[in-house]
Nanobody, 116 residues
Framework: QVHIVESGGGLVQPGGSLTLSCVSS??????TAWYRQIPGKQRELVAA???????TYTDAVKGRFTISRGGTQNTVNLQMKKLKPEDTAVYYC????????????WGQGTQVTVSS
């Protein structure tokens, strides 16, 4: 069973930045994705990165968010810039899925709140 821990969430003003980290208990040999969920809505894909480094972003975050591999082989980061109130959500790291369907391994989530 893979253990995933997300960190880096918090409260930030509109236009601000945050960087989220996803740390896995094992090497990230599969697609790693960040999802987000607003209460009452379905979890949506935000960004994903393959082991080879190919990235995918949802249109709402293109040009503002960057997904990348961290300094170790079991870390993926999500750098978020020019944050908007509509980015407010719980952000989850997911392993082993595709860009069309999440895998079975989820972290506990980290809250991002964008508000003045």
């Amino acid at each position: 069973q893979v253990h995933i821990v997300e960190s880096g969430g918090g409260l930030v003003q509109p236009g601000g930045s945050l960087t989220l980290s996803c740390v896995s208990s094992s090497q990230l040999r599969y697609l790693t994705a960040w999802y987000r969920q607003i209460p009452g809505k379905q979890r949506e894909l935000v960004a994903a990165i393959t082991p080879g480094g190919t990235t995918t972003y949802t249109d709402a975050v293109k040009g503002r968010f960057t997904i990348s591999r961290g300094g170790t082989q079991n870390t993926v980061n999500l750098q978020m810039k020019k944050l908007k109130p509509e980015d407010t959500a719980v952000y989850y790291c997911n392993l082993g899925g595709t860009t069309n369907k999440p895998g079975n391994s989820w972290g506990q989530g980290t809250q991002v709140t964008v508000s003045s």
